[in-house]
């Protein structure tokens, strides 16, 4: 049912990708996953990192946490749900445990997650949905500009163009971003669009 997409990914996605590091590192005998050597930039460079590749994977105090390659300052962990670019995630993963499956799962729920919002807008007769009774933070990678723009803030509109779902986010440095819809860190998205569209249900994610 559509009341239940997002947080059927939530689980389809994020909890089971906890759970198979949770494997791995049982099958393994370790606390820690070393993953350099497969070489996934997380995109991200908010934390001043020049080379944020993702290091590695640890089994902390309330689940599992994320490290960067970070020769300028302490690591810090983040959850699963943190990591920016959410198919840095999931390449992670599939190479892990060599198959190709949780970019496929992706993939697909930013095809039906646009689908879902483009019906919505379109059921309310509107190209433009602006978001102001609450403050949806949602961290996204925009190339609107034409160079990539790493940014977090807060959801202020969403809107069709050429019949595709943009979201103008007012950035914590003032700056507004705009990002298409897969440029989005899904587990953001998943929390503002389920709250939107379905906001009878609820959709819950465990901060690390």
Do not use: W
């Amino acid at each position: 049912m559509k009341e239940n997409f997002f947080n059927d990914f939530i689980v389809n996605f994020y909890d089971k990708i906890e759970t198979e590091f949770e494997t791995l590192m049982k099958k393994e005998k370790v606390k820690k996953l070393s993953v350099l050597n497969l070489e996934v930039d997380a995109i991200d460079y908010l934390d001043g990192s020049k080379t944020p590749i993702i290091e590695t994977v640890k089994e902390g105090e309330h689940g599992i946490e994320i490290f960067l390659k970070n020769k300028e300052m302490v690591p810090s962990a983040y959850s699963i749900e943190d990591i920016f670019h959410s198919f840095s995630l999931a390449v992670l993963v599939d190479r892990l445990i060599k198959k190709d499956k949780y970019v496929k799962v992706l993939e697909e729920f930013y095809v039906q997650a646009e689908e879902l919002v483009r019906e919505y807008l379109k059921g309310l007769n509107v190209k433009t949905l602006a978001i102001t009774d609450d403050e949806y933070e949602v961290l996204a990678i925009s190339k609107a500009s034409g160079a990539y723009k790493v940014g977090a803030g807060i959801v202020k509109e969403i809107f069709l163009n050429n019949d595709r779902v943009f979201f103008n986010i007012d950035g914590y440095d003032e700056e507004t971003i705009t990002a298409h819809i897969v440029e989005c860190n899904a587990a953001d998205l998943a929390m503002l669009l389920n709250n939107i569209m379905f906001p009878e249900t609820t959709v819950e994610i465990e901060e690390a």
